[in-house]
T-cell receptor
């Protein structure tokens, strides 16, 4: 089984709809992250969490919210999707003691 | 804030040739991560460098960290079509396990 899973893998939605992207991990790492990737802009950090009670905004948090339901689960919500949120979204996990960061397979979101 | 610049932005090489990709930081590098991404897919962790002068290898890919130049280089020996993809460098800003700042990526194509 993959260490980091994301659902859905692909989603097409309309402007104004509420969308939730889910991430779960099996590594037991405390730190989880959400990034988005856009052509020519690389990956940018949306939100991150260092444990269940800790949520922090990243570089581009406007228009997004997150929930850390458990150590293994970190979900990203778009309350009212807009077309410029069309992107590839990645969840990642990290362990400061092991110097490793692993990424999920990504969710391709298209907002029409 | 820290920025990572990758060069070149894109590269086309003939199969069997060697190549180098550079990642230069605007600030001191503490931890430097290299990832490979197939088009539109997830990021595959290649290696992480922490100490100045450190060099690591993963199959035919070697990466080095030059602390003084605030730069890391990724070298591929005898390139193969399987090496094609996008190579991304990421830096952790001084604390392992924190969110990464990424370069915009280098797209590598290998012609047979």
């Amino acid at each position: 089984d993959a260490d980091v899973t994301q659902t859905p893998r692909n989603r097409i939605t309309k402007t104004g709809k509420r969308i939730m992207l889910e991430c779960s991990q099996t590594k037991g790492h405390d730190r989880m992250y959400w990034y988005r990737q856009d052509p020519g802009l690389g990956l940018r950090l949306i939100y991150y969490s260092f444990d269940v009670k800790d949520i922090n905004k990243g570089e581009i948090s406007d228009g997004y919210s997150v929930s850390r339901q458990a150590q293994a689960k970190f979900s990203l919500s778009l309350e009212s999707a807009i077309p410029n949120q069309t992107a590839l979204y990645f969840c990642a996990i990290g362990d400061p003691n092991q110097n490793e960061q692993f990424f999920g397979p990504g969710t391709r979101l298209t907002v029409l | 804030s820290q920025e990572l610049e990758q060069s070149p932005q894109s590269l086309i090489v003939q199969e069997g040739k060697n190549l180098t990709i550079n990642c230069t930081s605007s600030k001191t590098l503490y931890g430097l991560y290299w990832y490979k991404q197939k088009y539109g897919e997830g990021l595959i962790f290649l290696m992480m460098l922490q100490k100045g002068g450190e060099e690591k290898s993963h199959e035919k890919i070697t990466a080095k960290l030059d602390e003084k130049k605030q730069q890391s280089s990724l070298h591929i020996t005898a390139s193969q079509p399987s090496h094609a993809g996008i190579y991304l460098c990421g830096a952790d800003g001084g604390q392992a396990g924190t969110a990464l700042i990424f370069g915009k990526g280098t797209t590598l194509s290998v012609s047979s």
